[in-house]
């Protein structure tokens, strides 16, 4: 298993889905393709995490806009504060790429750990998200399901109805 540094996320039209492209040690990419089907089940699975944390909270809707906007907001400013280039498999020394056909998700303390899964046994890349990182990466994902003009209803209200996302139409997600 290959746990990713860093990794930028993408909707490829003609591809018509999600790239993620996660860079490895030793100059290594892996290219992950997820499906809109899959992510409609991931995002339902993540946003459910997310308002776990707040379901006893008086008006957890609006708890959890304010947070996924802070989270926009941190990502914004931490994207001005260090420019970095995007993950790509053109400036990899080795470059993999595949389709997830399954995510496991194991949720600690510190955030959320996904393992997207391919075909092959040894297709598996390691994702690990803190709250925030969670948040910043469900807004990049969210405004990515707008560029593609994919249906919304496996968002939840809190992220359609804010409009949070901070990306433009051409912009990618990057994370280190």
Do not use: K
Not at 65 to 76: D, E, L, R, S
Not at 136 to 157: C, T
């Amino acid at each position: 298993m290959s746990v990713a540094q860093r990794f930028t996320t993408e909707f490829v039209d003609y591809e018509d889905r999600l790239r993620v492209s996660s860079e490895l040690p030793n100059n290594q990419v892996v290219v992950l393709w997820l499906t809109r089907r899959l992510l409609d089940r991931l995002v339902s699975h993540l946003a459910g995490m997310l308002e776990r944390e707040t379901a006893q909270a008086p008006e957890p809707e609006l708890q959890q806009a304010f947070a996924q906007q802070a989270a926009a907001t941190t990502h914004q400013q931490q994207s001005e504060a260090q420019q970095q280039a995007p993950v790509t498999p053109e400036r990899a020394q080795s470059v993999s790429e595949w389709l997830v056909y399954e995510v496991d998700l194991t949720q600690a303390q510190q955030g959320v750990s996904l393992r997207f899964r391919g075909r092959q046994p040894e297709q598996v890349v390691e994702l690990g998200m803190p709250a925030l990182l969670l948040r910043q990466w469900l807004g990049i994902v969210h405004g990515q399901y707008r560029r593609a003009q994919w249906p919304m209803e496996a968002w939840p209200q809190w992220m359609n109805e804010g409009q949070v996302t901070t990306i433009g139409p051409g912009d990618a997600g990057v994370f280190h």
